[in-house]
């Protein structure tokens, strides 16, 4: 079992919808959470992080974390084409390691 | 505040050869750690330091190595390349290692892209 997995994608949605990003992650102990954008050719940039069981809400973007499920999302509102990119899960594991899961390819069709 | 900065932005070298590469954290920020990324294997973690001492090391075999100097400055080195190694390689620099919170942000530089013939 990898220890960060996310939806194997590509994931296509229309512009306007919200489209959903998962990641599960095996390390029970893990204390942070983190997502990351990545444009072709660009280095990740950091969307948000979230380290406490919930919602946490950015303009359109809200990470969920439920830590007894072991589960991370991303849902991004009113998808536009410029949101089409990689999408990155971070984990801060218990054993002071930062893991990122395989990303998530996602398109904003017009 | 300037971003992370990392020299060269691209490199070409041959088998056999060896390389450095540097990376300059944001100001403050005294964590720096190494990926490396390929399109097969996605983003792999490859050594953090702190304070000039490396506190976790990826799997990765002994010819990649780091350091970091008194400045937080970092620098990794690659001995005898080999194909595989052609990779973009990210540096990402944070406040602190990782120890719960907000603080474990890492910010990225724009990477280094190294290719092996």
């Known amino acids: 079992q990898k220890e960060v997995e996310q939806n194997s994608g590509p994931l296509s949605v229309p512009e306007g919808a919200i489209a959903s990003l998962n990641c599960t992650y095996s390390?029970?102990?893990?204390?942070?959470f983190f997502w990351y954008r990545q444009y072709s050719g660009k280095s990740p940039e950091l969307i948000m992080f979230?380290?406490?069981?919930g919602d946490k809400e950015d303009g359109r973007f809200t990470a969920q974390l439920n830590k007894a499920s072991q589960y991370v999302s991303l849902l991004i509102r009113d998808s536009q084409p410029s949101d089409s990119a990689t999408y990155l899960c971070?984990?801060?594991?218990?054993?002071?390691?930062?893991?990122f899961g395989p990303g998530t390819s996602l398109s904003v069709i017009p | 505040k300037a971003g992370v900065t990392q020299t060269p932005r691209y490199l070409i070298k041959t088998r056999g050869q060896q390389v450095t590469l540097s990376c300059s954290p944001i100001?403050?920020?005294?964590?720096v750690s190494w990926y490396q990324q390929t399109p097969g294997q996605g983003l792999q973690f490859l050594f953090e330091?702190?304070?000039?001492?490396?506190?976790n090391k990826g799997n990765f075999p002994g010819r990649f190595s780091g350091r970091q100097f008194s400045n937080s400055r970092s620098e990794m080195n690659v001995s005898t390349l080999e194909l595989g190694d052609s990779a973009l390689y990210l540096c990402?620099?944070?406040?602190?290692?990782?120890?719960?919170?907000?603080?474990?942000?890492?910010?990225f530089g724009p990477g280094t892209r190294l290719t092996v013939l």
């Open positions: 979230i380290y406490s069981n």
């Open positions: 971070a984990v801060k594991t218990s054993y002071d390691k930062v893991i």
């Open positions: 390390d029970r102990g893990s204390q942070s």
């Open positions: 100001s403050g920020h005294r964590s």
């Open positions: 990402a620099s944070s406040l602190v290692p990782p120890s719960g919170g907000a603080q474990d942000t890492q910010y």
């Open positions: 330091y702190f304070s000039e001492t490396q506190r």
